[in-house]
């Protein structure tokens, strides 16, 4: 139970032109959040991302107590208050985001606006990804496809993957993993950064060997793959 956290203060500056909005049914228009499609380089807009007790208080209580609903209700959370870097909806479409408040916290309204289709230029990166995921999925829960969608949109994005999708810390993402893609977390026994971990698994899949030291152990960037994400 989260007590005495202060809610983050939203940015004043739109996180992009997208012309898509976020928005809490319980809060005033004034507290909307511009959403957008991270791209290659673009960072998460609040570093360290802060609690968001109220509404993620407010998405528990309503929670339907499956798997996944706390992972959900984090990221719901910190990109109403401007945090992390996922596309409205969590990454999902409107009927896929939709389909996730009713399932998984009935009671709860929230409203998305989505922007005209504009072509992709990372589309084959992106499916490449979501078959990775997919691949592994535990087969335990629905909610697996939503999560492999929302991970993907994450990756896009350019900080730590837990940063980006609106988590509360590292810890939290590991469980996300080895709850949803059990198969895939398995292999990851060296703790690589989990966004470093899951591009290597596209490259060795392809037969991509992009490193050129013998091993992670003396490599000189041994850091930017197994150094800590906070």
Not at 187 to 199: G, S
């Amino acid at each position: 139970m989260l007590t005495d956290t202060k809610l983050p203060q939203k940015s004043e500056a739109p996180l992009s032109n997208s012309g898509v909005t976020t928005s809490h049914s319980t809060k005033p228009a004034s507290g909307q959040v511009a959403g957008y499609l991270p791209q290659a380089g673009d960072k998460t807009n609040v570093k360290d991302n802060l609690n968001s007790p109220g509404l993620y208080a407010e998405l528990m209580a309503h929670a339907a107590d499956l798997p996944n609903d706390e992972l959900f209700a984090q990221m719901i959370a910190s990109q109403v208050y401007g945090m992390g870097a996922l596309p409205p909806g969590i990454g999902l479409d409107e009927k896929d985001f939709s389909a996730l408040l009713a399932n998984r916290f009935p009671g709860i309204e929230l409203l998305i606006s989505g922007a005209d289709y504009v072509a992709d230029p990372r589309a084959l990166e992106r499916d490449d990804l979501l078959a990775l995921l997919l691949e592994h999925r535990a087969f335990m829960d629905g909610s697996e496809e939503w999560m492999a969608e929302i991970v993907t949109a994450a990756c896009m994005a350019s900080d730590h993957l837990w940063q980006d999708l609106g988590l509360w810390s590292r810890t939290f993402l590991s469980q996300l993993m080895t709850q949803n893609f059990p198969s895939l977390a398995a292999k990851n026994v060296h703790d690589m950064k989990w966004k470093k971990f899951l591009y290597k698994q596209l490259c060795e899949k392809e037969g991509i060997n992009a490193c050129r030291a013998p091993s992670c152990e003396v490599c000189a960037d041994y850091l930017r793959c197994f150094g800590p994400e906070e």
